[in-house]
């Protein structure tokens, strides 16, 4: 079964609201395993918008409308959609009640003629409850299409489609559809389709899809069946597999799991705090640690030594290696990482030095040039980067390359 998502109002065409229904709303249908090919956005008018959905009837089985079901005149999705469909409007006694209870309970001194307008449905609908809201949600049914209209605030909108809107169409479409996440570090996507490439040339169900993130790479792996038990047999043997043949590149097969969340349980796991030293980064490392609720546990202390004055003093770089092999080089790098340990007695050190640009960059050192260190257990390791982009893009693969070097060695040498 199909469905096409239609977000009407012409503030989201200009660009003065963010759109977030529309990713709410594919999500769901997704999960319901329901086909979604087309979104569109229109803005409040009435021809455009009846042009959109008669589209839209066309070619998909059930469209949700989200917005333009307000008081004012230029709210025109109900009018619209009744006038499509043939179906004459009406007012409905209860929802007017409930809208007049609703302004009342919340304190309207003045109730305006124009509020009357949303008691107005079109004959035959379904109505749907708005408990934090006047405009009821509707759904339509004609000659084997539904359009399904739900008002645009997301908290009006997302409690009717969790309580009203998601059991009905669960109830058309029996089927669902679930996914699992697997979540890969220091690997390319190229890398990765091509150790994955006879399971993706064989997917039917379930199918694999790979997604590039900065640093990262997401393989989504999604099967459809009749229930959550039936889809777990069917994504178990794929991920496993595609886990094994992958390894430690995989840092997580968890949805909403960050790598800065593996690297902090890692840490607690294991009992090890942590120093961060970064030069071109500026602190971003360690703000990503920080982020992760419990991080206290586990970070000892940050450093940004972003002269060569503060990696001598704080760190404990030799001047005589920032002279010879300068401030961006394998040697610099592997004494922050040491000289981090050292200053606070944590367990482990990611220490990080490059050159993000615009300026700076020489012959031998191009902007994108990175180092990244670990030291733990007496051992160092280094890795050396060139990325490409922004100074922004450079900055942040460097410190998802320096989460994910932390994070596979304190596997090397605890796991």
Same mark, same amino acid.
């Given at each position: 079964?199909?469905? =096409?998502?239609?977000?009407?109002?012409?503030?989201?065409?200009?660009?003065?609201?963010?759109?977030?229904?529309?990713?709410?709303?594919?999500?769901?249908?997704?999960?319901?395993?329901?086909?979604?090919?087309?979104?569109?956005?229109?803005?409040?008018?009435?021809?455009?918008?009846?042009?959109?959905?008669?589209?839209? +009837?066309?070619?998909?089985?059930?469209?949700? +409308?989200?917005?333009?079901?307000?008081?004012?005149?230029?709210?025109?999705?109900?009018?619209?959609?009744?006038?499509?469909?043939?179906? #004459?409007?009406?007012?409905?006694?209860?929802? &007017?009640?409930?809208?007049?209870?609703?302004?009342?309970?919340?304190?309207?001194?003045?109730?305006?003629?124009?509020?009357?307008?949303?008691?107005?449905?079109?004959?035959?609908? *379904?109505?749907?409850?708005?408990?934090?809201?006047?405009?009821?949600?509707?759904?339509?049914?004609?000659?084997?299409?539904?359009?399904?209209?739900?008002?645009?605030?997301?908290? =009006?909108?997302?409690?009717?489609?969790?309580?009203?809107?998601?059991?009905?169409?669960?109830?058309?479409?029996?089927?669902?559809?679930?996914?699992?996440?697997?979540?890969?570090?220091?690997?390319?996507?190229?890398?990765?389709?091509?150790?994955? +490439?006879?399971?993706?040339?064989?997917?039917?169900?379930?199918?694999?899809?790979?997604?590039?993130?900065?640093?990262?790479?997401?393989?989504?792996?999604?099967?459809?069946?009749?229930?959550?038990?039936?889809?777990?047999?069917?994504?178990?043997?794929?991920?496993?597999?595609?886990?094994?043949?992958?390894?430690?590149?995989?840092?997580?097969?968890?949805?909403?799991?960050?790598?800065?969340?593996?690297?902090?349980?890692?840490?607690?796991?294991?009992?090890?705090?942590?120093?961060?030293?970064?030069?071109?980064?500026?602190?971003?490392?360690?703000?990503?640690?920080?982020?992760?609720?419990?991080?206290?546990?586990?970070? &000892?202390?940050?450093?940004?030594?972003?002269?060569?004055?503060?990696?001598?003093?704080?760190?404990?770089?030799?001047?005589?290696?920032?002279?010879?092999?300068?401030?961006?080089?394998?040697?610099?790098?592997?004494?922050?990482?040491?000289?981090?340990?050292?200053?606070? =007695?944590?367990?482990?050190?990611?220490?990080?030095?490059? *050159?993000?640009? #615009?300026?700076?960059?020489?012959?031998?050192?191009?902007?994108?040039?990175?180092?990244?260190?670990?030291?733990?257990?007496?051992?160092?390791?280094?890795?050396?980067?060139?990325?490409?982009?922004?100074?922004?893009?450079?900055?942040?693969?460097?410190?998802?390359?320096?989460?994910?070097?932390?994070?596979?060695?304190? +596997?090397?040498?605890?796991?």
């Amino acid at each position: 079964m199909t469905v =096409e998502l239609i977000s009407v109002g012409t503030e989201l065409l200009m660009g003065n609201i963010v759109n977030t229904n529309t990713q709410y709303l594919a999500e769901k249908c997704a999960l319901l395993g329901l086909s979604l090919y087309y979104q569109s956005v229109v803005g409040d008018n009435r021809e455009r918008l009846g042009e959109t959905l008669r589209t839209a +009837l066309d070619r998909s089985d059930i469209v949700i +409308l989200t917005g333009g079901l307000g008081p004012t005149e230029d709210d025109l999705t109900k009018e619209t959609c009744a006038e499509v469909l043939g179906m #004459p409007l009406v007012e409905d006694k209860r929802t &007017h009640e409930r809208i007049e209870n609703y302004l009342k309970s919340n304190n309207f001194a003045v109730i305006t003629e124009n509020n009357w307008k949303q008691a107005l449905v079109p004959e035959g609908a *379904i109505i749907l409850d708005n408990d934090n809201g006047t405009a009821p949600g509707l759904v339509l049914e004609k000659e084997g299409k539904t359009a399904i209209l739900l008002p645009g605030p997301p908290n =009006e909108m997302i409690p009717i489609f969790r309580k009203q809107v998601y059991p009905y169409l669960n109830h058309r479409q029996p089927e669902l559809i679930r996914s699992k996440m697997i979540k890969v570090c220091s690997l390319g996507e190229s890398v990765i389709e091509d150790k994955l +490439l006879d399971l993706i040339d064989a997917q039917t169900n379930p199918t694999i899809a790979t997604y590039a993130k900065t640093g990262e790479v997401h393989i989504r792996v999604t099967a459809r069946a009749e229930s959550e038990e039936a889809a777990k047999k069917l994504l178990s043997p794929v991920v496993k597999e595609i886990k094994s043949r992958l390894g430690n590149y995989v840092y997580s097969t968890k949805e909403h799991e960050t790598l800065e969340m593996v690297v902090v349980d890692l840490l607690k796991k294991y009992d090890l705090t942590v120093t961060t030293a970064e030069s071109c980064t500026g602190g971003l490392i360690a703000g990503r640690l920080v982020n992760v609720p419990g991080a206290s546990d586990v970070f &000892h202390s940050g450093f940004v030594t972003y002269t060569n004055k503060a990696k001598r003093k704080f760190l404990d770089v030799s001047k005589s290696t920032l002279k010879q092999y300068g401030a961006v080089s394998e040697q610099t790098v592997r004494e922050m990482a040491i000289g981090g340990v050292f200053a606070t =007695e944590s367990d482990a050190c990611i220490a990080v030095t490059g *050159i993000a640009g #615009p300026g700076g960059a020489t012959d031998d050192k191009p902007v994108g040039l990175v180092y990244i260190a670990t030291y733990m257990k007496d051992k160092v390791n280094v890795e050396e980067y060139h990325f490409q982009g922004s100074r922004a893009k450079i900055r942040e693969q460097s410190v998802v390359k320096a989460l994910d070097l932390l994070r596979r060695s304190i +596997l090397e040498n605890y796991g």
